[in-house]
């Protein structure tokens, strides 16, 4: 994983994954860890927009779950809840389509990276719609600094690697 400094803008510290992705090994791994720690029957992995989509795709064709994705705000094309949020470094609109997941389903719900936890804070609200089990919430990276871990404290967090 490589740092590149002020992107998407200044200040920034993005951390960039596509070496790891790269690394076939490294990302089997990656994944497979995220199996081990589904201790429960998985029946959808939820991932967020868009480089959640890498993992949480890998994830559920691994463990036979569905795949749901959550999207930006105009990319769904059917009927939706949505929520809106504060990032690091903006604000944004999140969206599910409203028939996406069965009631009382055993749900994860995987990123990329948890920085200060407003986008899979947002994304847990609209899980909760459905009345679903969050069994736990899986990130690649987290960036402890930003104590996004603090404002998920009701949900198991997994996270691979910490900066």
Known sequence: IRSIPDFPKNGILFRDITPLLLDKKKFKSCIDHFVSVSTEKIDTVISIESRGFIFGSALAYALGAGFVPIRKEGKLPYEKF?????LEYGSAVIE?????IK????????DDVLATGG?????IGLVEKFEAKILGVYFLIELEGLKGRARLSNYPIHALASY
């Not at 949505?82 to 504060?86: C, H, I, L, R």
């Not at 009631?103 to 995987?110: E, L, Q, R, T, Y």
């Open 82 to 86: 949505q929520v809106s949020y504060e």
């Open 119 to 123: 986008t899979v804070e947002a994304a």
């Open 96 to 100: 599910i389509h409203r028939d996406a």
């Open 103 to 110: 009631k009382g389903s055993n749900i994860v719900i995987v």
